[in-house]
């Protein structure tokens, strides 16, 4: 069982910043990629970008390509979430998750661990 906690949400005016962090315990698999999604109000819960183990591969969505950038530290077993220039639509909870070791990385079936989420606002 992998526990996974976020951190860093909260409210930002539109074009701000914010700093997400996953931190993970437990049994976590060995090597895993970390993805993050996000889920808005009455909308289905969406991937927003993902980081293999080493770090030196990482997939967005292209609805955040170029503002968001993901990053880990295996030595603490965190993943972060860097959101620049941050857009009203980018108003969600954001869950980072692990991956299940299956083929795909950008559905939620995919992966098999999840965080409880945390609240991003983005104010116009």
């Known amino acids: 069982q992998v526990q996974l906690v976020e951190s860093g949400g909260g409210l930002v005016q539109a074009g701000g910043s914010l700093r997400l962090s996953c931190a993970a315990s437990?049994?976590?698999?060995?090597?895993?990629?970390m993805g993050w999604f996000r889920q808005a109000p009455g909308k289905e819960r969406e991937f927003v970008g993902a980081i293999n183990w080493s770090g030196d591969n990482t997939w967005y969505a292209d609805s955040v390509k170029g503002r968001f950038t993901i990053s880990r530290d295996n030595a603490k077993n965190t993943v972060h979430l860097q959101m620049n220039s941050l857009k009203p639509e980018d108003t969600a909870v954001y869950y980072c998750?692990?991956?299940?070791?299956?083929?795909?990385?950008?559905?939620?079936?995919?992966?098999?661990?999840w965080g409880q989420g945390t609240q991003v606002t983005v104010s116009s």
């Open positions: 437990g049994r976590t698999r060995s090597r895993y990629i």
């Open positions: 998750a692990v991956h299940g070791g299956r083929i795909y990385i950008t559905r939620t079936g995919d992966y098999d661990d």
